[in-house]
């Protein structure tokens, strides 16, 4: 079930009613009720995957408490070797078989030696990446003893299939979601609002700036060999605002639906593209993921510790999987190495962690620093975001051959009646309304809030995307 | 509680009243702004006389060049070929033609693997729908588009559903009086130079027996005295089942059938089954030549 869609519209009603009206006072009724919820949620989708989710909630929760009550450390240490071995068995067998048999013969062939491949016709189950991640995190916490585990087999349950956050996170941590089934819910109007707010703004990332760029992105990335540099430069912006549109306004929306229901979410995005270095990017998109891989990868490396060497071993480690993370594809594993590049001087030069305030706090406008240094952060930001979006790797070098060598600044037609600048004032107006709210989580909240959730819904009706329905590009991961 | 109904209520009222607001004026803009597709274009004229009328799909859009047609014959004549467009599209274009009293002496209808389908169009659709209460208009949408009591008694949702046509921009253009990329006068919409790729094309290897819509068409121009013409238009040399041709003549012998007459010449082509200019304009030589021998 996608959030922009009919069947959703009725859904989160009719859940909303139930869960504060009906099972207002019966914590464990409200959990229950949760859990089916998030199975009709995910199973609209393909009902079969649901064992999936099943499987690995069993797995984790058992092994959770055999962790627990296992004082040997090897035997613990086995205990979370297996949850590993399964969670990412999983993950692996459905996301990379594929991708690993046809790499394999790939090679092979380059050497002239042919073989037959024999891949399989494998559905990726949607969000297997999420709650892989989500129950790991569980796992792994209780078995550093940094979490007590669960007895209640609903509650985890319902925490690994929360549906708001299911299928394209943010990925929550056990140690902050999981505690929040056990205590009653209290109705808070102030966080129900801040949800409603959210969930509009979400729909306006996704609906008018995502959807609206993704008809260009498409026309653009799939006849770029006979377009100018122009052209190509506003194709990889338009997907820079495509996929941060799509992907923020998922979980602003996964957030805000929480919200409503009475649970925190951890934040997702942070207006990622005011960065002013690379590693203040990554401090502010997909921030679930990031810290994940700080916590359960990056640090238990060894982290910013140890040699340069180490130091720089771990970067590319953390980015190239983070990459792989994303998908199949070299393209993916050759973004995570082009962002563990540009992070990599600023690790060295132990400017890292440099930028850590609000930019331009005391300001309406950044500096001349400033600005040049989110300008240049937002370029080579876009020039990844190339390699992630072309089909192939050579696909990504031919793009941005051309638009460095083509040199053509011209105005340039591509279907339907548009033009390839068309979408420059949209984005500017939302770069904008973005610099203004930078301070606040979403630009609804405050002054006229009401007026400005209405103007909201009339960009929604007049300027979203409806015909061309695009589904949410993090499904796929 | 109370506080954040009340407040869903409000969205919700507001999210309504803006529907309303909103289809008022995009179909205000429409049917009042300056014409922008050939259906707009046809409902904004009255009482006119063209000489020659052709209808079809982008086989017809791409195809006659009215220009040629009318220096060579003396007579005026225009093109509503419409992209993607089917039998049950042409009958439509009839229909608005008579109905809006533009007469013609002659209506020319291209067919080819066209007349093993029935049915319309989205293309042709989404540009019915802010005439969506005409009563001919709905009448044809009742019958033919599943979604036709939403289309019409949701605010605004045949605006959403059609917004890749309708949508702002459109109606953005439309409010400003921007003139669309093809000379609704004339109708002609030219391709220049070749899609690339080598030429290609295939017809099917089996005719239906009859087309009920053709039959339609045939009743309705009977009844109402207006003289149809049936004309295959070229298709390159690369066609699998080029002998369709044949076998629709045998369905319709008066149709005039063109389809070999480029069989030569590929350089006429955008793709296999659609001329460029230069084809275009050589064709429509031979088609005006042909009116004045018939």
Redesign the interface.
Known sequence: MLFNSIAFLVFLPSVFIVY?FVFKKHLKAQNIFLLATSYLFYGWWDYRFLALIAASTLVDYCIGLAIANENVRKKRKLLLIFSLVFNLGLLGFFKYFNFFIDSWVEMWEAFGIAMHTSSLNIILPVGISFYTFQTLSYTIDVYRKKIEPTKGFVDFATFVAFFPQLVAGPIERASNLLPQFKIPRV?D?NL??SG?HLILWGLFQKMVIADSCA?YVNIVFSNYENLNSLTLMTGSIYFAFQIYGDFAGYSNIAIGVARLLGFRLMRNFNYPYFSRDIAEFWRRWHISLSTWFRDYLYIPLGGSKGSKGEQIRNVFIIFVVSGFWHGANWTFVFWGALNALYFLPLLLAKNNRKHLNTIAENSWLPNWKEFIQILITFSLTCIAWVFFRSDSISDSFSYLNILFTNLDFGLQYLS??RYNVELILLLFLFIVTEWVFRKQEEPLTGKYS?LK??FT??CI????????HQEFIYFQF | MKKLIKNILFLVLATIFLMYALDFVYTYIYQNGIPRNKVAYVLSKQNKKIDYVFIGSSRVDNTIVPKIITEITGKSSINLGMQGAKPDDYYLMLQLLHKQNIVSDTVFIQIDYTFNMEGTSDIINSSLMPYINDSLISSFLKERNPNFYKLKYIPFYRYLTFDYKLGFREAFSTAIGKHPNINLESGYFPKYGSQGGKLASVLPEFINKENNTLNKINTFAKANDILIVYFMAPYCANTTNLDFSDKLKVKIPSMLNFTRVFIEEDDNFFNCSHLNDKGAKEFSKIMAKSILNN
């Open positions: 504060w109705f109007y129900a609002k409603l008809t339907m009646e009401l959730a209405v819904i009339f009706l007049t300027l979203g995307v409806y015909s061309e």
